[in-house]
């Protein structure tokens, strides 16, 4: 089957490609040009320069066709003339992409929408010129307050609660299990951070004052080590670290950075009353898995750091983290149930 996904973010885009592409046999395709924008039908960031870092088609590159394969999200394959190929930078692998022309004049079998906005517009896609092909709804993220009244099929990677009469799968967005890996890290006494533009820097700059023995590491867009261009590069720095701090108000549906430190074995230092509704919130428990700060002052925050960087209680939070994500996380799991909601599409 083709299978024609919007390009929301890199990670999402990646999991589409392991699953539907690499794990169920399928094609998967994005969107590339700014005509889907200009159209309508691309409503992930209404700025210029977004518009053109998800769909530029500058960045399509036509040395691929040289070559004989070229490594995707779904394995090495020879390359196709049918298709643009964009390079994932963050991943190292190349998506497939078809600009909007290209899109009206191929067979679509499923279109899969990531935001509320995109359903009204795929589904006017479907009616205009794919009028055989299926639309699912990825749910990333909670939308409350959102009716789902458009929506048949939906594959759900958070803990949301979908209507009955929607057709719908919970599953988990698969990422590369041998990146990360599980391991006891060498020294507990590293603390990093990957979110973009941390919320109650304070907390952490008291903690950093009052753990003189630890570093601290804070990347990101708006952080001080600046952005990380790759997954590997996450990885690499993730697996050096001790705990992973991730503290995130705005709305965290899945989170690949926490699920990330899970597989990994990483302990985080977050707020449970965040994650509470949230996927993630079942893999929280204070002292045994995370460190939490709700209602905690920085010095206490700080004491309650030192004492679970003992090597002994750090490494067996570090083992009951990654019990946890093997415990709710099994993508061979999720390949199975998948591709029976697959069979049934409305």
């Avoid at 993220?141 to 009716?147: H, L, P």
């Avoid at 209507?163 to 890290?185: G, N, T």
């Avoid at 926490?258 to 302990?267: E, L, Q, S």
């Avoid at 083992?319 to 996380?329: D, G, T």
Wanted: proline share 4%.
């Amino acid at each position: 089957m083709n299978i024609f996904a919007d390009h929301h973010h890199y990670d999402l885009s990646h999991s589409l490609g392991l699953l539907f592409g690499r794990r169920l046999g399928h094609t998967v395709i994005f969107p590339i040009g700014s005509e889907w924008y200009e159209r309508g039908y691309w409503k992930v960031f209404p700025h210029l320069g977004s518009v053109e870092d998800h769909l530029g088609i500058k960045y399509a590159d036509p040395s691929v066709y040289d070559k004989a394969r070229v490594m995707t999200s779904a394995g090495p394959e020879v390359p196709d003339k049918r298709f643009h190929y964009r390079f994932d930078v963050t991943k190292g692998v190349y998506q497939k992409a078809v600009t909007f022309e290209q899109f009206v004049d191929l067979p679509v079998d499923i279109l899969i929408a990531s935001l509320v906005a995109h359903v009204p517009a795929f589904n006017e896609l479907i009616k205009k010129y794919q009028p055989k092909a299926k639309l699912i709804f990825q749910m990333g993220n909670s939308f409350d307050g959102y009716s789902f009244q458009d929506v048949k099929n939906a594959l759900n990677s958070t803990e949301k609660t979908l209507p009955d009469r929607i057709h719908s799968e919970r599953y988990s967005q698969e990422f590369d299990l041998d990146l990360f890996s599980f391991s006891v890290p060498a020294s507990p006494k590293k603390v990093v951070s990957f979110v973009h533009y941390l919320e109650e820097l304070e907390i952490v700059e008291t903690s950093r004052c009052a753990l003189p023995e630890f570093s601290f590491e804070l990347y990101g867009s708006g952080s001080e080590g600046g952005l990380l261009r790759t997954t590997s590069e996450v990885a690499s720095k993730m697996g050096e670290a001790g705990f992973i701090w991730h503290l995130k108000k705005c709305d965290d549906g899945y989170g690949h950075i926490v699920h990330n430190a899970a597989a990994m074995g990483r302990p985080l230092i977050l707020s449970k009353e965040h994650y509470k509704k949230l996927r993630f919130g079942k893999f929280i428990e204070d002292g045994v898995t995370c460190i939490t700060l709700d209602g905690r002052t920085p010095e206490i925050l700080a004491k309650k750091i030192r004492y679970y960087a003992e090597p002994r209680r750090h490494a067996r939070m570090c083992r009951s983290l990654h019990e946890r994500f093997k415990k709710y996380v099994n993508f061979d799991r999720d390949e199975a149930s998948v591709r029976r909601f697959l069979e049934n599409l409305r």
